[in-house]
């Protein structure tokens, strides 16, 4: 990697990588600081749709990370910033809640159940089978198929639920189509965000906590790729991958000294 730029723009993810079960990683609040006193551009990536940015820069803030919300992308932003390319000022049909509506919305998107380009499928804490139902029949009718990631299961005080990808295939098996997933592992999700914060791929980082979706996303989007040892993915499991991450440090206090 000698021959890369030095890192000037810093993308991260969230879970794993600077809270842990609600609470901030050791270094994280450190982390954070030298990044704004910096003045590095960095954002902070989640592939959970639920949340506002608004929403997430509260509840970071609650756990003790001063992150601002213009520095939160979720994978509902990258969706609604797809679709506007895609298909400017179209209609869609969503399943999910405000941090997905509210994406789609402020690109111009119209939200409805007639006819509509797209049938957009995102998390939830409860998924309807009125609305699952509906969202088949739409694409039977000819809606495209967008889905916001494909983690097949999310977290909760009880243990795990299903979650968008688990919903997807569920969708798929019915109507045979199968969905275009924007978030993690998918690249475009990376490249979505080095574009949020006019970046470019070969002066970029990527930090996560889990080989098969942050590294390997970043990898593919020709990022620096920063494995943490925090969240899921533990030493000894690198190996058993056929790509590996540029670096590879305990967790993110090991690179503050990397932002000066």
């Given at each position: 990697m000698s021959d890369r730029k030095p890192i000037e723009c810093w993308l991260s993810d969230m879970d794993g990588v600077l809270v842990k079960e609600g609470q901030p990683v050791p270094g994280a609040a450190e982390f954070i600081g030298r990044l704004r006193d910096s003045g590095r551009r960095f954002l902070?990536?989640?592939n959970n749709s639920i949340y506002t940015p608004r929403d997430l820069a509260v509840r970071l803030r609650a756990a003790g990370l001063d992150v601002p919300e213009e520095s939160i992308y979720t994978s509902a932003l990258a969706t609604a910033r797809f679709l506007a390319d895609q298909r400017p000022d179209g209609s869609?049909?969503?399943?999910g809640e405000s941090g997905l509506t509210t994406a789609l919305h402020r690109v111009g998107y119209v939200l409805t159940d007639i006819d509509p380009d797209y049938v957009v499928l995102g998390e939830t804490r409860n998924y309807s089978f009125e609305q699952i139902t509906k969202a088949i029949r739409l694409i039977e009718s000819g809606a495209r198929f967008i889905a916001t990631n494909?983690?097949?299961?999310?977290?909760?005080?009880?243990?795990?639920?299903?979650?968008?990808?688990?919903?997807?295939?569920?969708?798929t098996r019915a109507t045979d189509v199968q969905p275009y997933f924007v978030g993690k592992p998918n690249p475009m999700m990376m490249r979505s965000a080095i574009n949020a914060i006019d970046g470019h791929s070969e002066s970029t980082a990527m930090i996560g906590d889990r080989m098969d979706t942050d590294v390997v996303s970043g990898m593919e989007a020709g990022l620096f790729t920063i494995?943490?040892?925090?969240g899921v993915t533990p030493r000894q499991q690198i190996d058993r991958f056929p790509f590996r991450p540029s670096l590879v440090v305990d967790s993110v206090a090991d690179l503050i000294p990397m932002i000066d």
């Open positions: 902070v990536l989640t869609a049909y969503v399943i494909p983690d097949p299961i999310g977290p909760s005080a009880e243990g795990s639920m299903p979650a968008c990808g688990a919903v997807a295939a569920m969708i494995l943490v040892l925090t």
